[in-house]
């Protein structure tokens, strides 16, 4: 049923245009006349929109519904995604390129949370006890395959700066399709026969009780804590992989085959984690040994991401990395919904989201602000700022392992 539903597709297309400059920083830098720095928030814009917004979102999906959060989340994905196309035309002074970029860019922003927050939600109304984590681990093994399609086709198509238009217009084309999907597609919030008793009884607490209830639980509040640094950490490995990559003389191409093999074996991981926990119900130890494994291909990443000529090895750390890290990102967020119960799912999992976008927002910063000057590298393939390396990748282990 999950695969009929236009949740997924609305899922993958969020952080295909959320991570559409990331893999290109360099040469969106050069089109745009910017800095890496201004490019960055081109990415850090949907945390900085997330925080504020996501309490409202998490009120929309448990007050009214699925059905009008995702088609106003798909609405607003569309029009973000014109508006970039539009700010870089050739016909507007070169000034405004870069303001008219970061609108749309904030549009598409405001669509991430009415979209993101919704698995868990779509899991506890469309489908029984016993599938809920497959469901679940399904709507949102979707999201990472957007940031796949980013980082491999953002690479591909920006072989030069110039074709920096063709990227935003060819990603604006499925914004729109799936808009018209989303608005005709959708046409009910919950199935008209409850797949449970628990989904036919189900009633959840009201949006302030609820969040009280989550400050008081100290289980909940771990979570919210250690999984949130998680989604911080893989964000920023999403969003600065190309810059970490490129001053040790790797290509952008291969920076996106990285971030595709990180995606690629996260969702691997998280089919066989998503089968075996509906199977279990082993939710908190299948989280503790995974992120205690993913903590030790992270310090790999570290080590080998700094060496030169070692390919093979940077791929196989973050192919290990997606596998035991990102595979957690289903298993944990249905967990937080099984231990804030009986707090509506929306809310349990979006303050988790808002926990991870408050410390992505700072993780980067911090990350920027250690970016230290390095002489002139002839092996360096950046286009922008290769004077400068992203020399601190080190600090994601300590941030990871202190989860």
């Not at 990603?171 to 628990?198: E, F, H, M, N, Q």
């Not at 303050?351 to 000057?373: A, C, H, M, R």
Request: charged residues 10%.
């Amino acid at each position: 049923m999950i695969l009929k539903h236009p949740l997924p597709l609305c899922l993958c297309l969020c952080p295909q245009l959320w991570l559409t400059f990331a893999p290109v920083a360099d040469h969106s830098a050069q089109f745009m006349g910017v800095t890496l720095d201004q490019i960055n928030w081109l990415s850090m814009i949907y945390m900085v929109v997330a925080i504020p917004l996501s309490f409202g979102t998490t009120w929309m999906l448990d007050t009214l519904g699925l059905r009008i959060t995702l088609v106003l989340g798909s609405w607003l994905n569309m029009l973000g995604a014109v508006l970039r196309f539009v700010g870089i035309m050739r016909n507007l002074p070169s000034a405004a390129n870069f303001p008219v970029v970061m609108g749309g860019q904030t549009l598409c922003a405001l669509a991430q949370p009415l979209v993101i927050f919704t698995p868990t939600k779509l899991a506890a109304l469309w489908f029984p006890e016993h599938q809920r984590a497959t469901a679940n681990m399904i709507a949102s093994m979707s999201n990472p395959l957007g940031i796949l399609i980013a980082s491999i086709f953002s690479p591909m198509i920006v072989g030069t700066t110039n074709n920096i238009p063709l990227l935003l217009f060819i990603y604006a084309v499925p914004a729109a399709i799936i808009c018209l999907l989303a608005t005709v597609g959708i046409r009910d919030s919950a199935p008209p026969t409850p797949p449970s008793a628990s989904a036919e009884s189900s009633n959840s607490e009201p949006f302030l009780e609820g969040i009280k209830l989550l400050l008081r639980n100290k289980a909940y509040m771990i979570l919210l804590l250690c999984f949130g640094s998680g989604i911080a950490v893989f964000t920023c490995f999403s969003t600065l992989l190309e810059q970490i990559m490129c001053v040790r003389g790797y290509t952008n191409d291969f920076a996106g085959l990285c971030g595709g093999l990180f995606i690629v074996f996260g969702i691997v991981g998280a089919g066989f984690l998503g089968l075996y926990v509906d199977k279990t119900k082993k939710f908190t130890e299948v989280t503790k040994v995974n992120m205690s494994l993913s903590a030790l291909a992270c310090i790999a990443f570290s080590v080998v991401s700094q060496m030169r000529n070692q390919g093979i090895a940077v791929a196989v750390a973050c192919s290990l990395f997606g596998f035991f890290g990102f595979s957690i990102y289903p298993v944990a967020m249905e967990l937080s919904v099984e231990c804030s119960y009986p707090v509506g799912e929306a809310t349990s999992a979006g303050l988790i989201f808002i926990s991870g976008q408050i410390q992505s927002v700072i993780y980067i910063l911090l990350l920027q602000g250690l970016t230290k000057p390095m002489a002139y590298s002839p092996f360096s393939t950046c286009s922008v700022g290769g004077d400068a390396a992203l020399r601190f990748f080190f600090i994601f282990t300590i941030f990871y392992i202190v989860e």
